[in-house]
């Protein structure tokens, strides 16, 4: 199955700013997603990166806080915007190659926003 | 829409014993089923999944799960725990032929020596 590499592992940002995320998987995969991850709670889907067209987003997640881009088969970076301390969470980049393949995640982006 | 649901927050085993983790999902149609492990400070692990043919899958570490539709229930199984089983576990569904993966709370497992 594909290996995704997510950077940065974990920051610590100051409120108001933007930190983006990179996902890199070694090989073209159909989908790739973004999900949060907050203290103690289970993974919420914020978007799917479509490739060459703008990101399907989940209810409650907009593109201006969370822009999202995928130039390619193998790339997408998700962008949390003008943070707060309500965005410190796990960011988890994911990918599917294939029904058969099951979903693959990332190790994830640990955000603390003081 | 699809909706997953661990009615275990917490599960204490002691190590060598058997283990069952649960899950009930929600979904009106052949669903895709998976398990997933998330040790401290890690990304998720993919234990098994189901998507058709036999009920009883079997996963990596010495996991199996089984399949029951008239239950809505795909149930999590270890015979013999060990000490680096304890993490979080995590059962997904998703749409036949979906996309995304709907996530349940999460059981949080124990183990003692």
């Known amino acids: 199955s594909a290996v995704i590499s997510q950077k940065p592992s974990r920051d610590i940002c100051q409120r108001g700013t933007s930190l983006t995320i990179q996902c890199q998987v070694d090989?073209?995969?159909?989908?790739m997603f973004w999900y949060r991850q907050q203290p103690g709670q289970s993974l919420t889907l914020i978007a799917t990166?479509?490739?060459?067209?703008?990101?399907?987003?989940e209810s409650g997640f907009v593109i201006d806080k969370f822009p999202i881009s995928r130039p390619n088969l193998t790339f997408s970076t998700l962008t949390v915007s003008n943070m707060s301390p309500e965005d410190s969470s796990i960011y988890l980049c994911?990918?599917?190659?294939?029904?058969?393949?099951?979903?693959?995640f990332g190790s994830g982006t640990r955000l603390t926003v003081v | 829409a699809q909706s997953v649901t661990q009615p275990d927050i917490h599960i204490t085993v002691s190590e060598g014993a058997s283990l069952e983790l649960r899950c009930n999902y929600s979904y009106g149609a052949t669903p895709y089923l998976f398990w997933y492990v998330q040790s401290p400070g890690q990304g998720l692990q993919l234990l098994l999944k189901y998507f058709s043919g036999d009920t009883l899958v079997q996963g990596i570490k010495g996991f199996e799960a089984e399949f029951k539709r008239s239950q809505s229930s795909f149930n999590l199984r270890k015979p013999s725990v060990h000490w680096s089983d304890a993490a979080e576990y995590f059962c997904a569904v998703a749409a036949e032929g979906g996309n995304k993966l709907v996530f349940g709370a999460g059981t949080i497992l124990r183990v003692k020596s």
């Open positions: 090989s073209q995969v159909t989908m």
């Open positions: 994911s990918a599917r190659e294939g029904v058969n393949y099951g979903y693959t």
């Open positions: 990166a479509n490739q060459g067209s703008e990101a399907t987003y």
